[in-house]
T-cell receptor, first 113, second 113 residues
């Protein structure tokens, strides 16, 4: 099993550009989530989804959009990239939600110049 | 705001010694989880302890939970160089915060061979 797959691993953007970070899982997990990790800040929840067609905001949703059209995929869109969005982004999934263990992808390192 | 706070922020021990990390949180929780992150990698789940449990073991890991003090501890016995990593606690707090797993800032553990 591939688990949770994130692409790309590295990305450099210019301010104002848009892009989509991809996340796919092959474990039939209902719950998927996006976190950003900044030095000294731990992980902060951006958006999450409890199933196809259902998404909700986390702690730091501004500047990001998500959709969940299938169980497998949960893309994160940056609408107009800003230097403050320079971070490492992690996608994670679980079978039942935040009350079960999360499986993490290997991360996307994003730099916005 | 982040729910859990780990203590200490950094810990350096000799191989073979025990390592203890603590996590404090602010509001009632459904469960508390511990994760490990090796440098540059995604997080790996270690242990989940539910609010009605007081202690759990997994191999060389022992986790305790004291809901009256809103705190948890992670003990790694007989540490190895391979245990060098950052360790995070994560909480799902009850009520409006359900479905959101909130991470602390982590404890950076260095095990010296």
């Amino acid at each position: 099993n591939a688990g949770v797959t994130q692409t790309p691993k590295f990305q450099v953007l210019k301010t104002g550009q848009s892009m989509t970070l991809q996340c796919a899982q092959d474990m039939n997990h209902e719950y998927m989530s996006w976190y950003r990790q900044d030095p000294g800040m731990g992980l902060r929840l951006i958006h999450y989804s409890v199933g196809a067609g259902i998404t909700d905001q986390g702690e730091v949703p501004n500047g990001y959009n998500v959709s969940r059209s299938t169980t497998e995929d949960f893309p994160l869109r940056l609408l107009s990239a800003a230097p403050s969005q320079t971070s490492v982004y992690f996608c994670a999934s679980s079978y039942g939600g935040a009350n079960e263990k999360l499986f993490f992808g290997s991360g996307t390192q994003l730099s916005v110049l | 705001s982040q729910q859990g706070e780990e203590d200490p922020q950094a810990l350096s021990i000799q191989e073979g010694e025990n390592a203890t990390m603590n996590c404090s949180y602010k509001t009632s929780i459904n469960n508390l989880q511990w994760y490990r992150q090796n440098s540059g990698r995604g997080l790996v789940h270690l242990i989940l302890i539910r609010s009605n449990e007081r202690e759990k073991h997994s191999g060389r890991l022992r986790v305790t939970l004291d809901t009256s003090k809103k705190s948890s501890s992670l003990l790694i016995t007989a540490s190895r160089a391979a245990d060098t990593a950052s360790y995070f606690c994560a909480t799902e707090y009850s009520g409006a915060g359900s479905y959101q797993l909130t991470f602390g800032k982590g404890t950076k553990l260095s095990v010296i061979p």
